[in-house]
């Protein structure tokens, strides 16, 4: 990757050749170069601001400097290729570890750090329509800086860290705060017992199973008490089930959401007194791919994954899977409640649900008749499924 920063302060950047950022620069896999803004001034006081059109307080950083700056960035480069600038600043849109992932992806990156008041509007435009650049203003949080400097420290060591080969161990990746949406769980290193205070003995079990369900727990609890804004509004109590939580599926929540399928196949079939099993998706990350353009809900119970249901949108359908429940867990009211939440995250100009349900389920068959679902016309598309459909009422 390589990043250039127009900055007033190039020597603000120093942090970035030390730990692991000035270690991946050593080592060729980023590049970062800074560039004054003062160099493309003309006149012998280098001014890069003027007042601002209109009256009010502070100054305005003037746009000739910036458009004779991003030229000559643009020329450092292999022509016809063009990075993607990034303005830090208070009006911009959160910058969020997803978006840190998004960036990563990026063969270029640029910044443009403003001062004093910010940079011109037509800067913005200049960069848009003259020279063809994808802009995105960003923000570290709700407050302000006396420039976008930080902010640019911030974000290239939370953009860089993702580069493959920067982060020795990249499983710590994985586990971190915000890359699922929830905060990290407490951790605990020797001693066991410190100061009189011991480590929880879940951690001292040895139950891996048991390690994953306090650690998810302890996630939840954090995210709710420190940042409950990251919680999705669906994570609510279920009418009947006080300790089962509902959220949108997260990444680290697959491999139990593919244990979840394989156990309701195999219980299906024990039910239905069928002698193989059918055939599944052939691995998790098949699994894991098939959830990508849709939306798939999970329950947990006391931290364990117990319930999930998924919606993609087809036209003006809404294809809902068939809810999945573990198959120790007998709650018709968490399944209707699955249910309805699939049916309700519908957009505008669906006029139709659709599902499918196992042949041979007649219980499950019959609560979704009471739900309003009815038999479709024609022949499921896959054997052994019962396709059922329900029209939408109008709003």
């Known amino acids: 990757m390589r990043i250039d920063v127009i900055t007033i302060f190039p020597e603000y950047l120093q942090p970035l050749d030390l730990s692991l950022i000035g270690k991946a620069r050593q080592d060729g896999l980023l590049t970062i170069a800074s560039h004054d803004l003062r160099d493309f001034t003309h006149d012998r006081h280098h001014t890069v601001d003027d007042t601002p059109y209109g009256g009010g307080a502070g100054m305005v950083m003037k746009p000739q400097p910036w458009a004779e700056a991003l030229d000559h960035v643009l020329a450092l480069a292999v022509p016809d290729t063009r990075p993607h600038l990034i303005v830090p600043g208070p009006g911009g849109a959160p910058f969020t570890q997803a978006r840190a992932r998004e960036l990563a992806a990026e063969p270029w990156l640029a910044f443009a750090c403003g001062r004093y008041e910010g940079i011109d509007e037509r800067v913005y435009d200049h960069a848009r329509e003259d ?219 669906i006029r139709t649900f659709s599902l499918v349900a196992r042949a041979g389920s007649d219980d499950v068959i019959r609560r979704y008749r009471k739900a309003g679902y009815r038999r479709s016309r024609g022949e499921p598309e896959v054997p052994g499924q019962v396709s059922l459909v329900k029209r939408r009422l109008a709003d």
Request: glycine share 8%.
């Open 131 to 349: 020279l063809g650049l994808e802009v995105s203003v960003l923000s570290l949080g709700d407050y302000v800086l006396n420039g976008g400097e930080v902010a640019v420290l911030a974000m290239v060591e939370a953009v860089a860290r993702l580069l493959p080969g920067v982060v020795g161990n990249a499983e710590s990746l994985v586990e971190e705060s915000h890359e699922d949406g929830l905060l990290e769980y407490p951790i605990y290193t020797k001693p066991r017992v410190w100061n009189g205070r011991a480590v929880p003995d879940v951690l001292l079990s040895g139950n891996h199973a048991a390690i994953g369900t306090w650690r998810h727990a302890q996630r939840l609890a954090r995210t709710a008490e420190r940042r409950p804004d990251l919680l999705h509004p669906s994570q609510v109590a279920v009418p009947g089930e006080p300790d089962v939580d509902v959220a949108l599926v997260v990444p680290a929540d697959v491999p139990e959401l593919f244990t979840l399928a394989l156990a309701s196949a195999a219980h299906a079939a024990l039910v239905a007194d069928v002698r193989e099993l059918p055939e599944l998706t052939p691995s998790i990350d098949d699994f894991r791919d098939g959830l990508e353009g849709a939306r798939t809900w999970v329950a947990r119970k006391a931290g364990r994954l117990v319930g999930s249901v998924r919606t993609e949108v087809c036209g003006d359908e809404l294809r809902i899977s068939e809810v999945l429940l573990a198959p120790d867990v007998d709650s018709v009211g968490l399944e209707s409640h699955l249910l309805g939440l699939a049916e309700q995250s519908a957009p505008s100009g």
